[in-house]
């Protein structure tokens, strides 16, 4: 049963602090004064409201840890966290946006641990360097979920389980597509020339994503991947990165891009450059996410074929935490299914 929790909170340059217990709220005050004054703390944006003790003493508190608001993807994915875990549904959230930053998260999770939050579901913006603060979650005794991207941690058993996409499968689809693609084309004789857009480097869409595309490749005697460059996830950065590509290489066939607004950037990018791309163009286009703007441009011939991501995770994280409380066992890993899009199978 739910311990009957007392909570203190206080609201001061819109950082919350919330605390079950008294004994350690006078200990949150002074830490809470301390970090109002310094400029790196990640800001709560608002999603929890304030609320009476009395009403707030029965729902589950959720600490959620997002990466940032880097692509249309994340966007969703920060809506899909805040239509499930709401105050109606039983939870009381409170969302931290680390704007792409692993210290911002690190932060996070410890002010989580502090609050003495019921849960932390963490989306991890790289894979390492997580296990000191895991290991606090851990001695705190605050199961973590970790939502979208996965870690690397010396002992498995620092967070709870991990759901999110098989990035590395995403890569081989794309692979795999472009095989058959070729060979339809009658070009599975002819060198083809890859660059690739990276996502976050380090994060676990891009290494899934690009190992799972580089292990299709291998397999490719023809394949040659001329260079592989972050752009962050970002457009601006996929523009920039693939401007420098077409300077670079005379000869693109392909452009891998591991998300959707990379993928804009680079069409912004080849559209500057007079280059012709997509359905009846020169360099192929194959994205991951799946986004519907994204969907739009394989409509219209832009993108050849988009691999994929689902980010409509909050049902499955509050499928997760009620199975936790009604003290069931959870897979360690959840993936979700997906499929991919390109003109035969978008209508
Ligand atoms: O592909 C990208 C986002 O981790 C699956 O992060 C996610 C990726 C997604 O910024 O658009």
Redesign the pocket.
Same mark, same amino acid.
């Given at each position: 049963m739910r311990k009957l929790i007392c909570r203190v909170q206080l609201y001061r340059n819109n950082v919350e602090y919330r605390t079950r217990n008294l004994s350690s709220a006078v200990l949150i005050w002074c830490i809470a004064l301390l970090l109002s004054g310094c400029s790196s703390m990640p800001g709560t944006d608002g999603m929890a409201s304030p609320d009476s003790v009395g009403n707030t003493k029965d729902l589950i508190v959720v600490g959620i840890s997002q990466?940032g608001s880097?692509?249309?993807?994340?966007l969703a994915?920060t809506r899909s966290y805040r239509e499930t875990l709401t105050e109606a549904n039983g939870y009381y959230p409170l969302f931290e946006d680390a704007q792409q930053k692993q210290e911002n998260q690190v932060k996070a999770v410890r002010n989580f641990i502090l609050q003495e939050v019921d849960y932390i579901v963490l989306?991890p913006i790289v894979e390492t360097g997580w296990d000191a603060v895991l290991t606090e979650a851990k001695e705190a005794g605050i199961p973590v979920i970790l939502s &979208?991207?996965s870690i690397q941690v010396e002992d498995e058993e620092l967070y709870t389980c991990w759901i999110?996409?098989d990035?590395k499968e995403e890569g081989k689809s794309a692979g795999r597509w472009l095989q058959d693609y070729l060979k339809k084309e009658n070009r599975d004789e002819e060198e083809i020339h890859i660059v690739t857009l990276q996502?976050?480097l380090g994060?676990?869409?891009q290494l899934g994503r690009t190992k799972g595309f580089a292990q299709i490749l291998k397999e490719q005697d023809n394949w040659v991947m001329l260079e592989q460059q972050s752009g962050e996830?970002v457009q601006a950065k996929g523009k920039e990165v693939m401007e420098y590509f077409l300077k670079s290489y005379p000869d693109i066939d392909v452009v891998v891009c591991?998300?959707?607004?990379m993928a804009f950037g680079a069409i912004d990018a080849m559209k500057e450059a007079h280059r012709s791309f997509g359905k009846n163009g020169e360099i192929i286009v194959l994205s991951? &996410?799946a986004t519907d703007a994204a969907l739009e441009a394989v409509k219209r011939g832009e993108i050849n074929a988009d691999f994929e991501?689902n980010?409509l995770l909050g049902p499955l994280v509050d499928e997760t935490i009620k199975k936790l409380e009604a003290g069931q066992a959870v897979e360690k890993i959840q993936y979700v299914k997906e499929t991919y899009y390109d003109e035969t199978t978008i209508k």
């Open positions: 990466v880097e692509s249309d993807w994340r994915n989306d &979208d991207r999110g996409s990035f996502g976050t994060s676990t869409a996830f591991e998300n959707d607004n991951f &996410d991501c980010p």
